[in-house]
């Protein structure tokens, strides 16, 4: 992965102290990060564990996908994962389910991200676990 010099997304968040983000940025990052993440799923891999600080800003703010330490690489593209693995804000009603998963729970996570994106609030927080 190459150097990302404006680190990653959830501090690029944190940096804007509340100010909230153009639309046109939303839509761009937003977009970037799908386009990222259907190269990905095209090669049957799974991230597991889309968040904003696995988003990284490189020159022009570009979004690159990093930290996939987590990803699986699946026989078929029909194919199901198991292992519950990911952050807990970002993850699908599947795996919070313990019920087999696959790449449309890499999707959940990215809506997760772009609610994130427009709100500058995880879309699910509770008291309790």
Known sequence: MEYCENGDL??????????????PKIWKFFIEMCLGLHYLHSFKILHRDIKTINMFLGRGNQIKIGDLGVAKLLSQTNNMAHTIVGTPYYLS??????KPYNHK???W??????????????????NNQ
């Not at 959830?10 to 639309?23: C, D, N, T, Y």
């Not at 009603?93 to 313990?98: A, I, K, R, S, V």
Request: charged residues 30%; negative net charge.
């Open 109 to 126: 996570s990215l809506g997760c991200v772009l609610y994130e994106l427009c709100s500058f609030r995880h879309p699910f927080e509770a």
């Open 93 to 98: 009603p599947e795996l919070c389910e313990e």
């Open 10 to 23: 959830g501090k690029h968040l944190k940096r804007q102290m509340g100010r909230s983000l153009e639309e």
């Open 105 to 107: 729970s890499d999707i």
